[in-house]
Structure formats: structure tokens, C-alpha cells
């Protein structure tokens, strides 16, 4: 397999999906060794930094990418799989921001009370130990926490020519947040546009589900990950699938819309994979989906819908693309 090994100058990173022209060319098949920015493109380094003074809201979330795949057409699928996502630094930053999270009032959310205090935390990351460090800002608490890194932003150019920013998740992907992407796990898209245009960033040396206070353990991140390409069968919402499960995220406002269109994306990807009826269908996923959620801070909302593939009959999904790019991950 070709391998390309790429780390983007602050010059080259993409701020939107859709609306940039690609960094690079790569064919299906090839292995891509990328780095990637944390949220704040390291600006943020101490608890005394603060993100209303140091940056600038149309420039967060900064992305590798988009790469063009050669071959892929709207209505294909673009499989993305991550063989690993590392912590490519030994710190990482988590903040509080006026009018943005998940318990203070926003823009959208708009309430009389006084925003809450802004605050910077400074997070230790230990490679070797596997562990990340918090350390309060308000007390001397501190607590060793598991290292458990994945990507917030996964994505495509959208459709129709649209162009959304990194802080965005929809159709196309975008600012998902899901601590699903993770290292094995493969990331099925639709493509839109010729070429796809698929970009990563936003690597969380870890996350809890909602990413509540709208910031996780920001961090750069070492990525390796290999791009397969599915002639048709565009699935209308990003679908995950990791060794354990099948997963589909959906977005939107309010967070039951966002349920409700995984929920049926889900439906009719296991109605079509086993070869029931709809109602059937609703049935099972009604008694064996598990619904984590992704994050209670974007723009859009995003939750996941997921079933354990022990509860499901040997049909492989996409002809078994996941395993077999588990096995191609196994072998670099």
C-alpha cells in the first residue's frame, strides 16, 4: 500500500467543509500518516491563557485536509479507517467560554444570568502511561484519568456547493464530537462532491458523552488511518463501525431530532443488512441499541445510535470492508 506522510503549516489548515481546494491527491487504498492541530491550533498552553482574549471563533477546530480521493463520485461511500489516534504532545487544554457549553445560557439558549467564569485547565499527558492528569484550578484536586484519544471533526464537503464551518456537524459529518472515533473504528461517508473532500482535526486525548462544559482534553494528534472507497450506497448520515458495533451519529437541534435520524439511518441500514421489513426492523433495534451522546454544545447536537454485533446474525456490513481493513491495520 502507498503511504503519504503529511503535517499541514498553519497556512495550509482548512477552516470549513466544503469551500477549500484539496492539499492532496490520494488514491484508494493508501495509507495517510497525518498530525493535526488541537481546537486552538496550540494557542492555549496555561491556565492563564484565556480563549476570549487569544482566539478567534471563525478559526477554531483547524483541519488536515481535505484530501481529493481519485475515483469517488456523489453517491459513493468513503470508508475512513483509523488504525491509530495518538496524543502528539504531552499536554493538553480543556476551557470554559462565555455563551458556549452545554449549562451556561448561549446565544442560542438565551437566559439573565451572568455567563460563568471563564477558566483555562492545563491537562498532563502521559504517552507511556496511558494516562491523562487533571489538576483543578479552584483547589489542589487532582486525578489520574485514562488516556482514551479520538477525532471530533470527521468529514466531507457537503452537498450543493454549501460550505460549513469546522464548529458544525450534519449529513456531511463535520464536528461530531462522538468518543466513537477512536482508534479501530472505520468511518463509513457519503460522498457529495467529486474527489469527496474529506478532512480531519480535533483531536480529545479524552471526552466524556455531551462533551458538557463545550471542550474536551484538546490536544494535537499523531493520526494513521487508511482511505478505502465503496462504489455507491451513500448512506444519508455518517455510519460507524468499530470490531463490537454498528454505529450511525446523527445532528441536529433539539438532541431528539438528532436521536430520531440515527435511530431510522440505523433502521434501515440493519433492515437492508438482514432482510426484514421496516417494523420488524424498529422492533429490534427498539430492544438492543444502546444511545450514547456525542455532544450537547454544537451548533447542531449530535447523539449515536449503536448495536452490538453480537446480537446480529454474520452479515458483514459494506461486504466486510471493516474487517478487511482491520486486517490491512494489523499488517503496517
Known amino acids: 500500500m502507498e503511504t503519504i506522510e503529511f503535517t499541514p503549516t498553519v497556512e495550509q489548515y482548512g477552516w470549513t467543509f466544503g469551500g477549500t481546494a484539496p492539499i492532496r491527491r490520494v488514491r484508494p487504498g493508501t495509507v495517510l500518516k497525518l498530525w493535526t492541530d488541537d481546537a486552538f491550533s496550540g494557542k492555549l498552553r496555561g491556565t492563564a491563557d484565556r480563549a476570549s482574549r487569544l482566539l478567534d471563533a471563525r478559526y477554531t477546530n483547524p483541519q488536515t485536509g481535505p484530501f481529493y480521493v481519485e475515483g469517488a463520485e456523489p453517491g459513493d461511500t468513503l470508508a475512513l479507517h483509523f488504525v491509530s489516534i495518538e496524543a502528539a504532545r504531552d499536554w493538553g487544554v480543556s476551557t470554559t467560554m462565555p455563551l458556549f457549553g452545554g449549562l451556561t445560557g448561549t446565544t442560542r439558549t438565551a437566559t439573565l444570568q451572568e455567563p460563568l467564569p ?31 484519544p479520538m477525532l471530533g471533526t470527521v468529514g466531507v464537503a457537503p452537498e450543493r456547493g454549501e460550505v460549513r464551518s469546522t464548529a458544525v456537524p450534519d449529513t456531511y459529518g463535520g464536528n461530531m464530537d462522538t468518543p466513537e472515533m477512536r482508534a479501530g473504528a472505520t468511518c463509513y461517508l457519503g460522498v457529495n462532491v467529486a474527489g469527496a473532500l ?58 431528539d431530532d438528532a436521536w430520531r435520524v440515527a435511530q431510522v439511518e440505523l433502521i434501515g441500514w440493519l433492515g437492508g443488512l438482514l432482510g426484514m421489513g421496516k417494523m420488524d426492523t424498529y422492533q429490534l433495534v427498539t430492544q438492543i441499541s444502546r444511545s450514547p451522546i456525542a455532544n450537547m454544545v454544537d451548533p447542531n447536537f449530535s447523539a449515536v445510535v449503536k448495536v452490538a454485533k453480537e446480537f446480529l446474525p454474520d452479515v458483514p456490513a459494506y461486504d466486510g470492508m471493516h474487517r478487511h481493513l482491520r486486517g490491512l491495520a494489523a499488517g503496517l
Not at 119 to 148: C, M, N, Q
Not at 217 to 223: F, H, L, P, Q, Y
Request: aromatic share 6%; with cysteine.
Open 118 to 148: 471563564e477558566l483555562t485547565w492545563l491537562y498532563e499527558i502521559d504517552s507511556g502511561k496511558r494516562t491523562v492528569t487533571f489538576a483543578a484550578v479552584e483547589s489542589e484536586h487532582r486525578l489520574v484519568l485514562p488516556l482514551d
Open 198 to 255: 474529506f478532512s480531519i482535526g480535533d483531536g480529545h486525548a479524552r471526552q466524556g458523552e455531551g462533551e458538557s462544559c463545550g471542550t474536551a482534553v484538546e490536544t494535537a494528534m499523531n493520526v494513521t488511518m487508511i482511505v478505502e472507497l465503496i462504489k455507491g450506497g451513500a448512506p444519508a448520515w455518517p455510519r460507524i463501525e468499530d470490531d463490537e458495533y454498528l454505529m450511525v451519529v446523527g445532528s441536529g437541534r433539539p438532541l
